[in-house]
């Protein structure tokens, strides 16, 4: 059946239904995952969260919440290296799903997975190997662990590896380290007047190199 927006929508089953939700959740599920997604578009978020971590003894706020879309979940849980709780796995987190970071006076870290506003709440971990892989986990661990993940996580690197051109925190990365027209026109100048001045220089030595040639000088006795 072709499906065409002006006439009738055409009757699906429920079992077409539930194939149809099973291969969109792996095929989500694979495109963000660790070996896919890495931590392309994780890795900042990841990065501010820790940063929020780092200052929680000195700020004041004790509740920050992210609003955004299951790609956001996967691809935070991908640059920590890890996946959807067993049961949860190869599917797309419902609307309402979340995923809660809690740090304690220790500064250990805990994560769960909420679905649907909580109706059931999953331990997570929090990296893929060393302690942080089998429950809670302490800040600096944590750190340690996703060290790699935290270093390249700035605006610069990440516009670099995912070759981007166009946001505009891309744009702006590009304008700081851009040369201005004023700059750029006394660089060029001044590349021009230094290959000219070569270029003179060897004639000079070529043409002084001949005349020396042509006039040889006796040799003086002494």
Request: hydrophobic share 35%; charged share 25%.
């Amino acid at each position: 059946y072709q499906y065409n927006p002006n006439g009738e929508v055409p009757e699906i089953s429920q079992d077409r239904l539930d194939d149809m939700s099973l291969l969109a959740g792996r095929i989500e599920s694979t495109k963000f995952s660790p070996d896919v997604a890495q931590d392309l578009a994780g890795g900042p978020l990841l990065a501010e969260i820790v940063e929020r971590f780092q200052n929680s003894d000195n700020s004041k706020i004790k509740l920050v919440e992210y609003s955004a879309h299951y790609p956001t979940l996967l691809s935070l849980l991908a640059a920590m290296g890890v996946e959807l709780p067993d049961g949860e796995s190869e599917t797309i987190p419902p609307f309402g799903s979340a995923i809660v970071f809690t740090i304690d006076d220790h500064q250990t870290i805990e994560a769960e997975y909420w679905t649907t506003g909580g109706e059931k709440k999953l331990p997570l971990s929090l990296a893929d190997e060393g302690s942080c892989n089998t429950g809670p986990c302490e800040l600096d661990e944590f750190r340690r662990v996703h060290e790699t993940v935290l270093q390249r996580a700035g605006a610069e690197t990440w516009c670099r590896r995912c070759n981007n051109r166009e946001l505009n925190v891309c744009l702006a990365t590009r304008q700081q380290y851009a040369v201005s027209p004023v700059a750029a026109g006394f660089l060029g100048a001044l590349v021009a007047t230094l290959l000219l001045s070569i270029a003179f220089w060897c004639l000079y030595s070529r043409q002084k190199r001949a005349t020396a040639m042509s006039n040889p000088q006796k040799d003086v006795e002494w």
